[in-house]
């Protein structure tokens, strides 16, 4: 939901109106076509409408791959992750649009009858380390989040767009006697060096860098392997607060524990 309505905003430059609507629907075995699931069966339908400047025809068939992207900034990654989070939970999500005549995206979710009762857990207490973090990621909004949940935690972030940036935040930290004690490195970063690339330099700089790699793309071979590039630490965006401070804390740890 989130990244259908970020791109809803960023399609109203000038304003406009943001309908969200939830509804109970049944799609039955005739009803059939790209907008519809092709198992019938109840489905929670979730519309998110825009008045933005839609979408061309020609990109239309492309906007839920990855890395495909309109944007000069973006990562082509929000509209695949919201379409692989439907997917994985059995759902159906679709696009209506034209140019001039705004966007809008169906989310189907399989509903049951039954009232689902989710069994009381005990919550693991979230570890939580300090010092001075870098986060290296292009995309302003999600700079925004990751920086007030470090913040809340009692860390001290900066931030970097790119490769080449987060290069120059580093060192010149370690020189002025004050090193950051981790890094996060998105990975891919369009038009820009992205964490593969980033790490090798850092790590010839810093052999002891702690970096984390941080990706919306979960089947990206590199995350399968990310200790033989260098990275201490891997995380799935979009993560939860608890995810993005637990790999935090063991990449600390780990310069003083290495068993940790």
Do not use: W
């Not at 198992?39 to 020609?58: H, L």
């Not at 689902?116 to 005990?122: F, L, R, S």
């Not at 973090?133 to 913040?151: F, Q, S, T």
């Not at 995810?243 to 290495?258: D, F, M, N, Q």
Request: charged share 20%; with cysteine.
């Amino acid at each position: 939901m989130n990244n259908l309505i970020i791109n809803a905003d960023q399609a109203m430059p000038e304003g406009g109106t943001l309908e969200v609507r939830a509804e109970n629907v049944f799609i039955d075995e005739k009803t059939a076509g790209y907008l519809y699931p092709r198992q019938p069966g109840p489905y929670v339908r979730i519309t998110v409408k825009d008045q933005g400047v839609g979408i061309a025809e020609d990109v239309l068939a492309k906007i839920f791959d990855p890395y495909f992207t309109t944007k000069p900034q973006g990562s082509g990654l929000g509209l695949f992750t919201s379409y692989s989070i439907v997917k994985n939970h059995g759902g159906h999500i679709a696009v209506e649009s034209a140019l001039g005549q705004g966007t809008t995206f169906y989310v189907y979710l399989p509903a049951t009858p039954q009232r689902a009762v989710a069994p009381q857990e005990e919550r693991e207490a979230v570890p939580v380390a300090h010092g001075r973090i870098l986060v290296m990621e292009d995309e302003e909004d999600i700079r925004d989040v990751i920086g007030a949940i470090l913040d809340h935690f009692g860390y001290e972030v900066a931030f970097a767009r790119d490769g080449v940036e987060a290069l120059a935040a580093y060192i010149s930290a370690k020189d002025a006697g004050v090193p950051f004690d981790a890094v996060i490195l998105d990975l891919t970063i369009p038009g820009g060096m992205g964490a593969k690339e980033t790490i090798a330099r850092l790590k010839a700089f810093d052999p002891e860098v702690r970096a984390i790699v941080a990706s919306g793309y979960a089947n990206d071979p590199l995350l399968a392997n990310y200790r033989a590039f260098g990275f201490c630490g891997c995380i799935i965006k979009p993560f939860k607060s608890d995810e993005l401070t637990k790999v935090l804390y063991h990449a600390i740890a780990g310069r003083e524990s290495p068993t940790t």
